[in-house]
């Protein structure tokens, strides 16, 4: 498979890390707050390590599997791999749905975000290590893009290469409204607090069907090297 098409296949799966509601929402929260900058950077470091740390760790692991069949036969280690991660993805998606809040119903939000006006560089770090690593999401986001990319046939270059497009558009919600606090600050401050309202209110729902299309177009692959 060439580099094109690996990037091709990976760029569906950085939305459902992107498009994470609750991370921007935290993003918002610090870019409110009085230490903006320095809250905002820190964040924007420990997300970038988090996500670029677990990509990484899998993409070594999906290389060690048995190279994809050249003979045209069925790829069965690949396929129970794709399986499985469709599997956990739906599961995932369902698990959102039901946590949505009902119509009319305020969404209940981390305890933690009440604190964010206090935090600094280095717990802002913290929390984007949190948020990055341990979440089944991500996981299995990064899980996902390693299969694609470690199953390619790719020199070492060319999955430097895609491995770090993965990174860098997985973090681009947080890379560029941070960036942008450092040259428009002021003016941002109203278009972010409205968008942090509506992100709170449809947390659940943008992640569930985001992981459900992600998790249907795993099934397909699945089904496909077989």
Same mark, same amino acid.
């Given at each position: 498979m060439m580099l094109g098409q690996v990037i091709g296949e990976i760029l569906p799966l950085t939305l459902a890390i992107a498009i994470s509601p609750l991370t921007i929402v935290a993003v918002i929260l610090m870019l409110l707050s009085p230490n903006a900058r320095s809250t905002g950077a820190g964040f924007l470091v420990g997300w970038s390590i988090g996500v670029a740390g677990t990509v990484t760790v899998f993409v070594l692991i999906a290389g060690a599997l048995p190279p994809p069949s050249t003979t045209g036969g069925p790829d069965v280690v690949r396929a129970v791999v794709q399986f499985v991660i469709a599997a956990l993805?739906?599961? $995932?998606?369902?698990?959102? *749905?039901?946590?949505? +809040?009902? +119509? #009319?119903?305020? !969404?209940? $939000? !981390?305890? *933690?975000?009440?604190?964010?006006?206090? @935090?600094? @560089?280095?717990?802002? $770090?913290?929390?984007?290590?949190?948020?990055?690593? !341990?979440? !089944?999401?991500?996981?299995?986001? =990064?899980?996902?893009?390693?299969? &694609? &990319? #470690?199953?390619? #046939? $790719?020199?070492? =270059?060319?999955?430097v290469i895609a491995t770090a497009v993965f990174v860098l558009c997985s973090i681009s919600t947080v890379l560029v409204p941070v960036a942008a606090t450092f040259f428009a600050a002021d003016r941002l401050r109203a278009p972010l607090a409205a968008f942090h309202g509506w992100l709170a209110r449809e947390n659940a729902v943008i992640t569930s069907l985001l992981l459900l299309v992600i998790g249907v177009l795993m099934l397909g692959k699945a089904i496909g090297s077989l």
């Open positions: 993805l739906l599961l $995932l998606a369902a698990k959102q *749905w039901r946590t949505r +809040p009902a +119509p #009319g119903e305020d !969404p209940v $939000l !981390p305890t *933690w975000m009440s604190a964010i006006d206090s @935090f600094t @560089f280095v717990r802002s $770090l913290g929390l984007g290590l949190v948020l990055s690593v !341990p979440r !089944p999401k991500n996981l299995l986001m =990064a899980a996902s893009a390693a299969e &694609i &990319i #470690g199953g390619a #046939g $790719l020199t070492a =270059a060319s999955t």
